[in-house]
């Protein structure tokens, strides 16, 4: 059981947009500590895909957008692609656990 | 361009320890500015911190591990490691080592590619 709530799965088809939530508590991301989000593409590390709530790393298009709110965080795609499936994860500093916390991940799939 | 490298024994037995090393190469291990963490990924599930440390030589450790992990940093080599004790299949992962921005528990934003340990017999 992960510190940080995410949907197992989530699809959309091309060109549509879908949003993944990442629900916590107030030990984490209700305690106003930044979230972030991470692609994994099948076989590869995770790539930094939004950090800071909704800030983007060089190179991360515009369609990937984060937001936060309460004790939950959001990241959003637009304009889905094939090459958007993969996993996607939330994470945060919980402080109750004195450290890092994941989400379960959430499985994108574009029909 | 800054790269992590991880290296170590692919098969390891049940109740030895487990030991991996991660390679920093492109920058120094000794920059104020970070952290260096590992995390793990069993089969078909989702990522686990592990722990961090900075290069001084401060710890930070996931407290379900914490009995059971070391981690150490080499600047003269611009390395840091791993040590796991008492593995049990529960153990066999993907690990990864990282770059922690600014703060142990903050964002990573380089990944080494991972190595995959399997905890058997």
């Known amino acids: 059981q992960s510190v940080l709530t995410q949907p197992p799965s989530v699809s959309g088809a091309p060109g549509q947009k879908v949003t993944i939530s990442c629900t916590g508590s107030s030990s984490n991301i209700g305690a106003g500590y930044d979230v972030h989000w991470y692609q994994q593409l099948p076989g590869t590390a995770p790539k930094l895909l939004i950090y800071?709530?909704?800030n983007r790393p060089s190179g991360v298009p515009d369609r990937f957008s984060g937001s936060k709110s309460g004790t939950s965080a959001s990241l959003a795609i637009t304009g889905l692609q094939a090459e958007d499936e993969a996993d996607y994860y939330c994470?945060?500093?919980?402080?109750?656990?004195?450290?890092?916390?994941f989400g379960g991940g959430t499985k994108l799939t574009v029909l | 361009q800054l790269q992590l490298q991880e290296s170590g024994p692919g098969l390891v037995k049940p109740s030895e320890t487990l030991s991996l090393t991660c390679t920093v190469s492109g920058g120094s291990i000794s920059s104020t500015n970070y952290y260096w963490g590992w995390i793990r990924q069993p089969p078909g599930r989702g990522l686990e911190w592990i722990g961090s440390i900075y290069y001084s030589g401060s710890t930070y450790y996931n407290p379900s591990l914490k009995s059971r992990v070391t981690i150490s940093v080499d600047t003269s080599k611009n390395q840091f490691s791993l040590k796991l004790s008492s593995v049990t299949a529960a153990d066999t992962a993907v690990y990864y080592c990282a770059r922690h921005i600014r703060y142990f528990y903050y964002y990573m934003d380089v990944w080494g590619k991972g190595t995959t340990v399997t905890v058997s017999s």
């Open positions: 800071g709530n909704s």
């Open positions: 994470q945060s500093y919980d402080s109750s656990l004195s450290g890092s916390v």
